[in-house]
């Protein structure tokens, strides 16, 4: 069983810059696709950014050229940049990673975007 523990969440100012990393219980070598989703108050979890093992990535449209997620090593496999944050970008953001058919989440990490 992997247990994941997402951080570097926190209260930013608009246009501001925060990096999440993902760390996991056990070391990761492969896995099918990491992700990083999201949730705000009262809406639905979303996906943010989605990372394959092919190295192929792809992001949501709100995210598009201020965020980027890139795979780490064993024991962090991913991590998120966040650039030009926006209030919008307020949510607890989730750690995600697929292996072999089986899917492993984070508990959270609070970001807050506010002046």
């Known amino acids: 069983q992997v247990q994941l523990v997402e951080s570097g969440g926190g209260l930013v100012q608009p246009g501001g810059s925060l990096r999440l990393s993902c760390a996991a219980s056990?070391?990761?070598?492969?896995?099918?696709?990491v992700a990083w989703f999201r949730q705000a108050p009262g809406k639905q979890r979303e996906l943010v950014a989605i990372?394959?093992?092919?190295?192929?990535?792809n992001y949501a449209d709100s995210v598009k050229g201020r965020f980027t997620i890139s795979r780490g090593n064993a024991k962090n496999p991913v991590y998120l940049q966040m650039n030009s944050l926006k209030p919008e970008d307020t949510a607890v953001y989730y750690c995600?990673?697929?292996?072999?058919?089986?899917?492993?989440w984070g508990q959270g990490t609070q970001v807050t975007v506010s002046p």
């Open positions: 995600n990673v697929l292996i072999l058919s089986r899917d492993y």
């Open positions: 056990q070391n990761i070598f492969s896995f099918n696709r």
């Open positions: 990372l394959i093992s092919d190295g192929s990535s």
